[in-house]
């Protein structure tokens, strides 16, 4: 590893990054989450028994791995508190946890006005997930939100009785219920006393780290085509889960970081409303969503599910600067008679490999796929990617070629031990 490794997700979130993460941390001395809230979450299996990380960095399953939770994460209390005693009901232990004291808190009026603002959207919804990320950020940059270092300190209560006043004026308008401050800050008090020991200052911790020669891993949530500035605006999360935001969501200098690992399937998929080129919207679709157990982590939801978008892909090694390519699901894919691989864009007659997020561009662009053979058999226990069978090799070198990047990682399998590492 180098200094500061990344993991990001390469498409439209839900790749698989846990797996990688799991897998990395293991040689990092930190793990580090960096921005997004409890929308968006890692599944570890270990053991045949399944972790499901919103907020905590996966990384703290690793004994001896310090977990981070970074400035640029937008915190619920009870969802962290719930997750912790999850953790200890497991055996594990949370002594190696940080919590930024620069991260924003999510109130009780952050969810309410998330739902209240996606009801009033109509046909227009986003499809948010409606757990006040949203508001939380928008507080942020309006300067009115709560820190960490609020949260656990005595000007909390008057922070709160300003807020809560003007946001009632909003909800007053919308013909919603008024939250009650004092109700709020009976209840939120506690939760600030049993997480004030986890708070300190990240940013010198994870540079004195770095000055030791600590390896920092740092793993982002959500993915690049969901970015609030590159992803497919307004369908897009309220942070920047590409390379961008683990600086700022950090403190880490871009200098420090070194090998940047994009996530991907060996299909697709995508959660909620907006473009998706590579969509597959019958029996095929269907088939990969039930092979892959497509649902949300957090939220459950069904996802859509599609070919793999190598236009797509392409554009998100360029504005991450991707060193290398981590594939999950080649076990899923490879149960199907066929696949097929997008290649290229037909824009409106013109066949492309530029990627563009404008609504236009996007609808107006059909995918150029390519066929490969599937019915790879099992390949579970596979360790060398040479050892895959045939069919396989030339999907992935498909994949490498068009790209231009090299695969680093191969998802064969569910569990933490299905994984080849390419050398």
Not at 126 to 152: L, N, V, W
Not at 370 to 376: I, M, Q, V
């Amino acid at each position: 590893m180098s200094k500061v490794d990344v993991v990001l997700g390469a498409f439209y979130g839900d790749e698989g990054k846990g797996k990688i993460i799991d897998y990395l941390s293991t040689h990092a001395d930190i793990s580090i989450r960096c921005t997004g809230g409890n929308n968006a979450g890692h599944t570890i299996e270990v053991n045949g028994e399944k972790y499901a990380f919103r907020l905590i960095p996966s990384g703290v399953l690793n004994e001896g791995t310090l977990a981070v939770i970074g400035n640029g994460v937008v915190i619920d209390p009870k969802v962290l508190i719930e997750e912790i005693e999850n953790l200890k009901a497991h055996g594990y232990s949370v002594d190696n946890l940080r919590v930024s004291d620069k991260a924003h808190v999510i109130m009780p009026y952050h969810i309410a006005m998330d739902k209240m603002l996606e009801e009033s959207r109509g046909a227009g919804k986003i499809g948010t997930t409606c757990r006040g990320i949203g508001p939380a950020y928008c507080d942020k940059y309006e300067r009115s939100g709560i820190r960490m270092q609020d949260f656990i300190r005595p000007r909390f209560a008057d922070l709160i009785k300003r807020n809560v006043e003007s946001k009632n004026k909003i909800f007053k308008a919308y013909g919603y219920p008024e939250m009650d401050a004092e109700a709020i800050i009976e209840e939120y008090t506690k939760y600030a006393e049993v997480l004030k020991p986890y708070v300190v200052d990240t940013v010198v911790l994870l540079h004195n780290a770095i000055k030791e020669g600590k390896k920092l891993l740092c793993e982002g949530a959500q993915a690049t085509l969901l970015d609030i500035d590159f992803g497919s605006y307004p369908f897009v999360t309220s942070s920047n889960p590409t390379l961008g935001g683990i600086c700022t969501g950090s403190g880490i200098s871009p200098k420090d970081i070194g090998e940047v690992y994009g996530v991907i399937k060996a299909y697709s998929s995508r959660v909620g409303a907006g473009p998706y080129v590579t969509e597959q919207n019958n029996e095929i679709g269907d088939t990969i969503r039930e092979l892959g157990h497509e649902y949300g982590t957090v939220t459950k939801r069904p996802r859509r599910c599609g070919w793999l978008d190598l236009v797509a892909l392409k554009y998100a090694v360029m504005v991450n600067g991707i060193t290398g390519i981590a594939i999950n699901h080649l076990d899923t894919v490879g149960k199907l008679d066929k696949i097929q691989l997008c290649v290229a864009y037909n824009n409106n007659g013109e066949v492309t490999t530029d990627f563009s997020t404008t609504p236009e561009y996007l609808e107006n662009s059909t995918a150029v796929y390519e066929e490969f053979e599937g019915n790879f058999g099992d390949i579970s226990n596979i360790t060398k990617r040479e050892d895959l069978p045939e069919k396989a090799k030339k999907y992935l070198d498909r994949i490498e070629e068009v790209v231009g990047c090299p695969i680093k990682f191969i998802g064969t399998g569910a569990g933490r031990e299905n994984l080849i590492v390419v050398e």
